[in-house]
């Protein structure tokens, strides 16, 4: 299982940004994927997953409405979309997986995902 994001920039609060998490050795038909980020000095944080078996997607209630996850099959890829980004967006995203599905508590919990791809560099500053 790999796992490799990509995406990193710095932009202006209210602009707009798009990560992508490339992946191999597996299938989002039987693994929930995931956005996370790290602030610094701070936890990390669930941004938002796609679950499986159903497919559903989840945001974390700071990105709802800003933030949009997507896939391509075609592309083995997952797509993180951030428009009107704030400063408190600064982080380091990572994409994570995990076999099967999750209950609902626990799908933006990191320690439940055992595969991660290195982290990429998202800055939101004037």
């Known amino acids: 299982v790999q796992l490799q994001a990509f995406g990193r920039g710095l932009v202006q609060p209210g602009g707009f940004l798009r990560l992508s998490c490339a992946f191999s050795g597996f299938t989002l038909d039987y693994n929930t994927i995931g956005w996370f980020r790290q602030a610094p000095g701070k936890e990390r944080e669930g941004v938002s997953v796609?679950?499986?078996?159903?497919?559903?997607?989840r945001y974390a209630d700071s990105v709802k409405g800003r933030f949009t996850i997507s896939r391509d099959r075609t592309k083995d890829t997952v797509y993180l979309q951030m428009n009107d980004l704030e400063p408190e967006d600064t982080a380091i995203y990572y994409c994570?997986?995990?076999?099967?599905?999750?209950?609902?508590?626990?799908?933006?919990?990191?320690?439940?995902?055992?595969?991660w791809g290195q982290g990429t560099q998202v800055t939101v500053s004037s």
């Open positions: 994570a997986t995990r076999q099967g599905r999750l209950v609902l508590s626990e799908q933006l919990t990191g320690r439940h995902y055992p595969h």
């Open positions: 796609i679950s499986r078996p159903d497919g559903r997607i």
